[in-house]
């Protein structure tokens, strides 16, 4: 497992003052699930997973608890758990588990009200982010256009700026007009990576009075932006 830092074992200490109370409000059915994913972990060589937190500290060497973890995905009543395994997969070189999360962004299934299917659909896109495989990059480009949530696609869309094709130019700039708050935001992020590039000042300009920029505090993003676009 990776070692933490002095503050990340301050918020581990706490999460685990508060552990009964989380593992009280389980189901039965989760429970049992749950214990049967511990157990399965330390068959595998992993004797030091034992909360959902520590999914978080997984190292390079125990990327063999990676299928263990693709199992359980989905199977939890808790919708949580089954968020903290996604995130976790969101590693460098975890590129076999793309299409599947892609998959899982794409679900029509998905169960509960809006706000849970964007928080399931967003820790999809920031395990999609993490691993940052450029071998998917026309199915990123695909989600963008087709997928739903628009709001959970804010990672999806600055991965496709972090991996720098020129010719993801344009769509991107086409981006920054998008009526959704989330895209417009993410393209920002996006569009900045493209150093050397001072032209595309002219597109993040019209942001500045976007008025809904200027309600979320947002404008400050827009203006680092352009000065990273104008080195």
Not at 37 to 53: H, L, M, P, Q, R
Not at 101 to 127: C, H, M, P, W
Not at 146 to 167: D, Q, S, V
């Amino acid at each position: 497992m990776i070692k933490k830092d002095f503050k990340q074992q301050i918020i581990y200490d706490n999460y685990l003052k508060n552990h009964k109370t989380y593992w009280d409000k389980k189901t039965q059915k989760d429970k049992d699930l749950w214990l049967s994913f511990v157990a399965e972990c330390k068959t595998a060589g992993c004797d030091e997973i034992n909360y959902s937190y520590d999914l978080r500290y997984i190292s390079r060497e125990e990327k063999y608890l990676y299928p263990i973890i693709k199992k359980y995905i989905g199977k939890f009543d808790n919708q949580g758990t089954s968020e903290m395994l996604i995130r976790s997969m969101g590693r460098k070189g975890n590129d076999e588990y793309v299409p599947f999360l892609i998959d899982q962004f794409k679900r029509d299934d998905l169960t509960g009200n809006e706000n849970e299917i964007f928080r399931y659909k967003e820790s999809v896109a920031v395990a999609i982010l993490g691993i940052k495989c450029e071998k998917f990059i026309d199915e990123y480009r695909e989600m963008i256009k087709n997928a739903t949530p628009k709001e959970a696609l804010f990672y999806i869309i600055e991965l496709l700026g972090k991996l720098k094709k020129e010719e993801d130019i344009t769509f991107i700039v086409s981006l920054l007009s998008d009526e959704n708050l989330y895209v417009r935001s993410a393209a920002v992020y996006a569009i900045s990576n493209y150093k050397g590039h001072p032209e595309l000042v002219q597109y993040l300009q019209p942001l500045l009075d976007d008025e809904e920029f200027k309600e979320k505090r947002l404008i400050s993003n827009v203006k680092t932006a352009i000065k990273k676009l104008s080195k």
